[in-house]
Nanobody, 124 residues
Framework: DVELAESGGGSVQSGGSLRLSCAVS????????MGWFRQAPGKLREGVAVIDSDGYTNYADSVAGRFTISRDNAKKTLYLEMNRLRPEDTAMYYC??????????????????WGQGTQVTVSS
């Protein structure tokens, strides 16, 4: 099991950058996927990026090429570097994890562990 705590959200102008951090406590080695989801008002929770236990990454098409997920095992921290931000990136961003290997990486319903969220607002 793990506990997750996000930080690093804020307000930025279109084209700007932010780096989100997720502090991980407990036993992250028991998780297969760890990563980031986001949810904007009126929209479903959306998978943004994940990294699996082997270090393989997946990205939503909407962020591929702009966002980078990474992990520092020594610091037990996940990161999401967000570049060339757009107003449509505005959302609450959540750190998430799951033990389950079967199923699509982007299905929020398969994730069991969640942080409290950090707000990202991008103005045009």
């Amino acid at each position: 099991d793990v506990e997750l705590a996000e930080s690093g959200g804020g307000s930025v102008q279109s084209g700007g950058s932010l780096r989100l951090s997720c502090a991980v406590s407990g036993n992250p080695h028991s998780m297969y996927y760890m990563g980031w989801f986001r949810q904007a008002p009126g929209k479903l929770r959306e998978g943004v990026a994940v990294i699996d236990s082997d270090g393989y990454t997946n990205y939503a098409d909407s962020v591929a090429g702009r966002f980078t997920i990474s992990r520092d095992n020594a610091k037990k921290t996940l990161y999401l570097e967000m570049n060339r931000l757009r107003p449509e990136d505005t959302a609450m961003y959540y750190c998430a994890a799951r033990k389950l290997r079967i199923g699509t990486w982007s299905d929020y319903g398969l994730y069991n562990y969640w942080g409290q969220g950090t707000q990202v607002t991008v103005s045009s």
